[in-house]
């Protein structure tokens, strides 16, 4: 099993920054690959970024040049440096793990609005 915790919540204007941490615990030895994901309301919940034990990154197109995931092994950590952000980037952000034989676990989720 293995347990995520997301913070970073906020509120920003358009343009602004804002990043978000996913601290994994559990058995992390069997996570291949981390990801973010987010649910604006009204819509499916769709990949963000992700980053596999490689280091191998993917983003979204509509983030690509804005957003940065990363991660930190000693801290077991995984980061979403948000940039220019939009209102459209306004959703819940989750955080996710997923090991082997298809285990895939969630983080509770963490709010992100941008607004003026």
């Known amino acids: 099993q293995v347990q995520l915790v997301e913070s970073g919540r906020g509120l920003v204007q358009p343009g602004g920054s804002l990043r978000l941490s996913c601290a994994a615990s559990g058995d992390i030895g069997s996570i291949l690959r981390m990801g973010w994901f987010r649910q604006a309301p009204g819509k499916q919940r769709e990949l963000v970024a992700a980053?596999?034990?490689?280091?191998?990154?993917n983003y979204a197109d509509s983030v690509k040049g804005r957003f940065t995931i990363s991660r930190n092994n000693a801290k077991n950590t995984v980061y979403l440096q948000m940039d220019s952000l939009k209102p459209e980037d306004t959703a819940v952000y989750y955080c996710n793990a997923q090991g082997w034989g298809g285990s895939s676990y969630w983080g509770q989720g963490t709010q992100v609005t941008v607004s003026s």
């Open positions: 980053i596999t034990n490689r280091d191998t990154t």
